[in-house]
């Protein structure tokens, strides 16, 4: 009779026994993965006042993903003339109005805007009028900046905003 050689065979038994556990667990745990590619997100320009906005350089809005950027609005026709001179009321509507414009452009509304900054001139007539905002932002004001400055781009303009905002899917 020959003699069997245990501790050999019981190491090659086990060997074997963990080698089936580690492919079989290799099996069920291989999972199928998915490549995101990122698209880079390109620009959406808007020209409210195309031929005023290229003779002062600048694009009124641009949108890049969800997220809108509008340029200052000011009180001013599309030819590039100021609108109710020395009245910061309707200065401040007129603004609003031209935002609103942009807004719905890109289908958003001020419940969207997440960042306001006003410029002013005269920040005391500003605060006076301000309650107007509160017929415009219903669900929530956004963060921001009131800035008293010197002065604006034209003559007689009282005030300019300029906002941000972002679209939750």
């Not at 069920?28 to 320009?45: L, R």
Request: with cysteine; net charge negative.
């Amino acid at each position: 009779m020959k003699a069997l050689n245990l501790p050999g065979q019981i190491y090659f038994t086990v060997a074997i026994a963990v080698l089936a556990l580690l492919i079989t667990g290799c099996k069920e745990e291989t999972k199928e993965v998915k490549e995101t590619v990122i698209q880079p997100e390109t620009p959406e320009y808007f020209l409210l006042r195309p031929e005023v906005e290229k003779v002062y350089g600048y694009s009124h809005a641009v949108k890049i993903g969800d997220d809108l950027k509008i340029s200052g609005a000011v009180s001013m026709d599309d030819t590039g003339n100021l609108i109710a001179a020395g009245d910061m009321d309707q200065q401040m509507k007129n603004c609003y109005s031209d935002l609103e414009k942009i807004l719905k452009h890109y289908g958003y509304t001020f419940d969207d805007v997440v960042v306001e900054n006003v410029f002013t001139t005269d920040m005391a007539e500003f605060i006076r009028v301000s309650a107007y905002r509160n017929t415009i932002y219903k669900k929530q004001f956004p963060t921001g900046t009131w800035l008293e400055v010197k002065g604006l781009a034209l003559p007689g303009q009282l005030i300019e905003i300029d906002m941000e905002a972002h679209k939750a899917h």
